[in-house]
């Protein structure tokens, strides 16, 4: 019969029409949460002034940046507990500790520019451990290396974890302070150098556009750190 299919084959259907998607747009990232809890015209409000814990999710990371000498390591030690409402363990990384324990070994009778780079390797080589080991993490920034925040921001993504700046906010002179009474100071050109990233950071997180991937920050002076009593995870 003329127009008849062959024997055991069917004719061909007409293609459906293809459907058209339209990609999604990005969803855009929340705004940053900033509390600002440094003095403002000479004096605090009643919510900043009893203002005297800062509450993070477990398993999060908070970086602690700031002027050399500025307290960031003093606070550290004073306000972090040992573990997150979990139980698990808040790892807290300090340059400066990984410097002491390298000064008491057997290098401690040569200038540190010396062993630097061996300082600082093993301080970002216990950061990553620390970071992949999905915990609670507290890391001290010195501030001029973006990398650092760019990759802690990029792991945490990663792992559906969030990322909080806690900058303090204290004046060069302060800081200069600071360094001689723990007995190391950073040369002018460093120091110059930190001045410079922190007052980026302080002016990006006043206008809440803070590195990509961070959730939040928290602002201090030093009698707002001083009030701090401890930090929680959970």
Do not use: N
């Given at each position: 019969?003329?127009?008849?299919?062959?024997?055991?084959?069917?004719p061909a259907a007409p293609a459906p029409p293809?459907?058209?998607?339209?990609?999604?747009?990005?969803?855009?990232?929340?705004r940053p949460r900033i509390t600002d809890l440094?003095?403002?015209?000479?004096?605090?409000?009643?919510?900043?002034?009893s203002r005297t814990a800062l509450r993070f999710?477990?398993?999060?990371?908070?970086?602690?940046?700031?002027?050399?000498?500025?307290?960031?390591?003093?606070?550290?030690?004073?306000?972090?507990?040992?573990?997150?409402?979990?139980?698990?363990?808040?790892?807290?990384?300090?340059?400066?500790?990984?410097?002491?324990?390298?000064?008491?070994?057997?290098?401690?009778?040569?200038?540190?520019?010396?062993?630097?780079?061996?300082?600082?390797?093993?301080?970002?080589?216990?950061?990553?451990?620390?970071?992949?080991?999905?915990?609670?993490?507290?890391?001290?920034?010195?501030?001029?290396?973006?990398?650092?925040?760019?990759?802690?921001?990029?792991?945490?993504?990663?792992?559906?974890?969030?990322?909080?700046?806690?900058?303090?906010?204290?004046?060069?002179?302060?800081?200069?302070?600071?360094?001689?009474?723990?007995?190391?100071?950073?040369?002018?050109?460093?120091?110059?150098?930190?001045?410079?990233?922190?007052?980026?950071?302080?002016?990006?997180?006043?206008?809440?556009?803070?590195?990509?991937?961070?959730?939040?920050?928290?602002?201090?002076?030093?009698?707002?750190?001083?009030?701090?009593?401890?930090?929680?995870?959970?």
């Amino acid at each position: 019969m003329a127009g008849a299919a062959p024997p055991g084959l069917a004719p061909a259907a007409p293609a459906p029409p293809r459907a058209t998607h339209r990609p999604r747009p990005a969803a855009r990232p929340a705004r940053p949460r900033i509390t600002d809890l440094r003095l403002r015209d000479g004096a605090r409000t009643a919510r900043t002034a009893s203002r005297t814990a800062l509450r993070f999710p477990p398993g999060d990371l908070v970086v602690v940046s700031g002027l050399p000498g500025s307290g960031k390591s003093t606070l550290m030690r004073r306000v972090l507990p040992e573990r997150d409402g979990r139980g698990a363990p808040v790892h807290r990384l300090d340059s400066q500790d990984t410097r002491a324990r390298w000064e008491r070994g057997r290098l401690r009778r040569l200038p540190y520019a010396l062993y630097r780079p061996l300082v600082r390797a093993a301080h970002y080589g216990a950061l990553r451990r620390a970071v992949r080991s999905g915990g609670s993490v507290v890391v001290h920034d010195c501030g001029t290396l973006a990398w650092v925040r760019r990759w802690l921001s990029r792991a945490a993504r990663r792992d559906g974890r969030a990322v909080h700046l806690v900058l303090l906010d204290v004046p060069p002179e302060a800081a200069l302070t600071g360094q001689r009474a723990r007995g190391r100071r950073v040369s002018r050109y460093a120091f110059a150098r930190h001045r410079r990233a922190v007052r980026r950071l302080l002016a990006r997180a006043e206008r809440s556009r803070l590195p990509a991937g961070f959730a939040s920050a928290v602002l201090l002076d030093r009698p707002a750190a001083a009030a701090l009593e401890h930090v929680t995870f959970g």
